[in-house]
C-alpha cells in the first residue's frame, strides 16, 4: 500500500521541497551573521529592527496576503510567485550596498514566506485522505534534514569567499547557490505540478441573472417569455 502512495506528483514534490527547504534553512540561520559582518554599523537596535520587520512580513503574508492570493491565484501559482520572489529577494541580499537596501527586501519576502504553507497544502493533496499523514511526515523530514545539513554548507561556503574575496567588492556572492536552488524549484513545479484553477467567484442565489449578451441570447429570452422573438 505503501508503494502505491509514491505517486510521481509526490515523488517531484519531495525534490522540490528539498531545494526550497534548503535554500530557506541556510538563509534562516545565516542572513543576521551575513548582515552583521557586511553592515558593521548593524548593532543590537538594527538587529531588533530586522527581526521586528522579519516578523511583521511573516504575520502580514500568513494574515492578509495568503488568504487572498490561494483565493485568486490557487495554491500552485502562489508557490510559484513565492518562489519568484524568494529568487528577488536573494538577488537584493546578493548585491546590498546599504541597509535600506535590506530593510526594502523584507517587504519582498511577503509573498516568500506563504511558500511553506503552500508546499503543506501540496503533500496533503497529492495522497488520499487516509495517507495525508505519511506525506506530512515525508514533509517534515525533508526539513528536519535541510535544517541540518544547510546551515554547515552554507556557513562553509560564505566563510571560504569571504576569505577569497578580500576586498569584500561582492560579500554576497554565495547567496547565488541559494538562488539556483530556489531557481531549480520553480523550474520544476513549471514543468511537474500541475496547476489547479483558482477558486470561482460564487453567486449569491438571490442574485439578477447575468443580461444577454448577444442578440441570439436576448431572442432566447423573449422566446421564453412568450414573446416571439423580437420584431423588427
Same mark, same amino acid.
Request: net charge negative; with cysteine.
Given at each position: ?73 490557487? &495554491? ?28 526594502? &527586501? ?20 497529492? $495522497? ?13 523530514? &525533508? ?8 546551515? $554547515? ?35 520544476? =513545479?513549471? =514543468? ?41
Amino acid at each position: 500500500a505503501s508503494v502505491s502512495v509514491w505517486t510521481r506528483e509526490l515523488v517531484v514534490l519531495v525534490g522540490i521541497a528539498l531545494l526550497i527547504n534548503f535554500t530557506s534553512s541556510g538563509r534562516g540561520s545565516l542572513l543576521i551573521l551575513y548582515i552583521t559582518n557586511r553592515f558593521h554599523e548593524c548593532t543590537e537596535g538594527c538587529i531588533s529592527l530586522i527581526f521586528t520587520l522579519l516578523s511583521l512580513s511573516f504575520g502580514v503574508s500568513s494574515l492578509l496576503y495568503l488568504p487572498v492570493a490561494i483565493r485568486v491565484m490557487g &495554491t500552485e501559482r502562489t508557490m510559484m510567485v513565492g518562489l519568484v520572489f524568494s529568487s528577488a529577494c536573494l538577488v537584493c541580499y546578493c548585491t546590498a550596498t546599504s541597509l535600506d537596501l535590506i530593510f526594502v &527586501t523584507f517587504i519582498l519576502e511577503v509573498p516568500a514566506l506563504a511558500i511553506q504553507s503552500c508546499l503543506t497544502a501540496l503533500f496533503t493533496e497529492a $495522497v488520499p485522505k487516509d495517507r495525508v499523514g505519511f506525506a506530512t511526515g515525508i514533509l517534515t523530514a &525533508t526539513r528536519t534534514f535541510t535544517q541540518v545539513v544547510a546551515p $554547515v554548507f552554507f556557513a562553509v561556503i560564505l566563510t571560504e569567499w569571504l576569505r577569497y574575496d578580500e576586498s569584500h567588492a561582492f560579500p554576497g556572492l554565495p547567496w547565488l547557490c541559494a538562488l539556483f536552488f530556489d531557481v531549480l524549484a520553480l523550474l520544476l =513545479c513549471l =514543468c511537474y505540478v500541475p496547476t489547479a484553477a483558482p477558486l470561482p467567484i460564487t453567486r449569491s442565489p438571490d442574485a439578477a441573472p447575468h443580461a444577454p449578451t448577444s442578440a441570439a441570447a436576448a431572442d432566447e429570452v423573449c422566446r421564453e417569455a412568450g414573446g416571439g422573438g423580437r420584431g423588427l
